[in-house]
């Protein structure tokens, strides 16, 4: 339309420049400062909402955060406000990653990093989210479009690349290493990595960077008769990696790789995905903001409105090398927590908790000490909750089915990359 | 823009009366064609998606409901397109009305009635749903116009309107009785009433309506520290209505009526809104679609990720005369339902199900036996389950409280009316 407005002024001007009698100029620049009037409003742009300085406390209608700093008077939370120095990634923006970005963009989040690869097709319109005018743009620009709408104070950074490519991996890999945001941090540059993509490739890619970068990570599923899900946490070295036994999921599963296929749909609904949104966010906030207990594993049958919990130990004959090294560091950094532990615990004495949690544990995250023996051994299915069964065989066999590539230990990540790739391409 | 175009035109076209020189009207007439260009694409509509006349089992991306329709070759739901029949009135259109209407929008529910007063301020932009472009707006009207966008083939009903007044819950209950959508329809216009408002006095409005029409209703709630929540089945006669025993929360709460209060803030969380909405909406789906179970009562505790659940049977010294009035219609219709759950034992045998449901319960819905002497009673606290407490004292002391008006029985309309209004005007 600007263009439409500027050709219209021109031909005003040079109509102007033809007119012989003074009094019809008054009459033109009349009509020439109503079309200036009109470029002004064409381009003016839908109301947004500033930028704000400081999250205040104030309860007034125009303050955004009055209802979460109201989270610190509620004794819930002790410093809303640091959620402005946090990071995270969310890995695949569709149907609960979408939502889940969402729900942090509108908590605050300092900064929120979005993979994905994908187009918005109207078949995605029984999700939240995405509207049908955005329909053909890429899932991270209209993701990108609709929160920073939503809340400008939030720093958004998308990645249009799919992360099971060489070239995606190293890209996801350097964007998670830039400290940029929060120099002073430990670590890599994201304080949480979000898994919300919708295959066993791409989960693997995320462990395999995790594993790498010693980074925690919350992964998320959705069943494809999409009335089950969970949410699971990954600490590299200290619960069990995506590797170390194969993906837990609510309901019995068809194998995932079908869902692609041609002519197979998989079935989903804004509820279950909306549902399992919620409660990765919400464990995501009690992870960064230190309140309530983290879940190790929550899984969501819709069907019964049954909601199984379990934790998993790591395995030492784990296939990915990365997950060996962080399980080594961790077993050898055991007594300097035992002995945090015991130091904390007499310093809380008398004390009414059942016992103590690792004292670098800031987030209250519980998992089984690696002493306990009745730690669940989720290897063998015998050991498994009610409700939770094994979606695939365990990561090694799974690698010796889709693919007639030579199978070789996961030993560098090279060889992962390859195998990756093979099952891509097959 | 419109006016100012039309404005422009009209100036245009008296300076074309006004030229003297035949060869300025070319100049002229070109920069009025380009003005009524300008018309033209000022006056485009947004890119919007047209209305679909069947729901298509397709697999393409162009299809918006192939994700949906797929939960029939999933085996979950026998026939999804009879969704497109049901009527849904959502009432209190905030953090979990909102998502809640956008859920069954974009799952293609046939119509909503949309119920609430208040307007959109910035202050709920840490919930889903409202955008900040549409601070000022009444809440009902930036719901239609959000919803509509994304699935223009749901009839929308918006009603800008307070239930707990005489005009407004008069309104309330006329259209509830409507049936012009599906005049064949039993009962009431509507097949489901949620409940989705954040005070007292509204539910006991929604609970005097269902009572009187007899209509199955969802309630929902979140505490107001922002970190629990629950949704609860009321059928009347058949379960507890919500005067027959004092309202069952997550969390200890404080009293709500204090949350109004100038200076006093409830917190919020869009994770915990969006989870609530989630179980609301798929128990809704649940029942209308016929699978799986309808929870009586689930609650959500989001710092343990613990999920209390029970059921409420009644209460046959119930305030509430329409509530007493259906559980005698209940109790009368015993041994007609005794026979045909019989009956349907019979024909089923042999059978692995553990008892009988209820014959003339199409949704599956269990709910304890009422000749069962196990069945919870809810008005002792000491036989509440772990994690559930109640909000407030029984509804008839709850009364006492507020008001200076002398409290009579709740034996009509009229009397709960007035009450109403001192609680609201106190």
Chains 1, 2 share one sequence.
Request: with cysteine; net charge negative.
């Amino acid at each position: 339309m600007e263009v439409e407005i500027k050709e219209l002024l021109a031909d005003l001007q040079s109509l102007d420049q033809s007119l012989p009698d003074p009094s019809l100029h008054a009459s033109l620049h009349k009509i020439q400062s109503r079309v200036e009037h009109l470029a002004k409003l064409a381009k003016a742009e839908p109301v947004r909402r500033s930028k704000v300085q400081d999250m205040s406390t104030e309860v007034v209608d125009s303050n955004p955060y009055s209802r979460l700093m109201a989270l610190q008077r509620m004794g819930i939370v002790e410093n809303y406000e640091r959620i402005r120095d946090f990071s995270i990634a969310i890995v695949g923006v569709g149907g609960v990653g979408s939502v889940a970005a969402e729900m942090l963009t509108r908590c605050g989040i300092g900064r929120l990093l979005l993979y994905d690869y994908d187009k918005v097709e109207l078949a995605n319109m029984n999700r939240l989210f995405f509207r049908p005018d955005q329909v053909g743009m890429t899932k991270t620009d209209a993701a990108v479009e609709t929160l920073s709408d939503i809340n400008p104070d939030v720093v958004l950074e998308s990645y249009t690349l799919n992360i099971t490519t060489v070239e995606g991996f190293e890209t996801f890999m350097s964007s998670l290493k830039n400290k940029s945001f929060r120099p002073s941090k430990q670590g890599s540059g994201v304080d949480l990595v979000l898994s919300c993509v919708d295959n066993y490739e791409a989960r693997m890619a995320v462990n395999q960077a995790c594993n790498e970068l010693s980074q925690t990570w919350l992964e998320s599923g959705v069943s494809e008769d999409a009335v089950s899900g969970h949410i699971q946490l990954l600490i590299p070295g200290e619960t069990a990696c995506f590797a170390c036994a194969p993906p837990l999921v609510v309901a019995s599963g068809v194998d995932e790789r079908t869902l692609k296929r041609e002519g197979v749909c998989a079935a989903s609904l804004p509820t279950t995905m909306g549902v399992i949104a919620g409660l990765l966010v919400q464990n995501t906030l009690k992870f960064l903001l230190g309140f309530g207990q983290v879940s190790p594993y929550l899984g969501y049958n819709s069907l019964k409105d049954f909601f199984p919990t379990m934790q998993m130990k790591p395995n030492p004959q784990c296939s990915n090398v990365a997950c060996l090294t962080r399980q080594e560091e961790y077993a050898l950094a055991k007594p300097a927590r035992d002995a945090a532990a015991k130091a904390k615990l007499e310093a809380e004495l008398p004390s009414t908790e059942e016992g103590p949690l690792h004292d670098d544990n800031e987030w209250n995250i519980s998992v089984v000490d690696d002493s306990e023996p009745e730690g669940l051994d989720t290897r063998s299915s015998d050991a498994l909750p009610e409700g939770l069964t094994h979606e695939l065989p365990t990561a090694d066999a799974f690698q010796k089915l889709p693919t007639e590539a030579p199978v070789t230990d996961n030993d560098d990540l090279e060889d992962l990359r390859k195998q990756l790739e093979a099952i891509n391409s097959a």
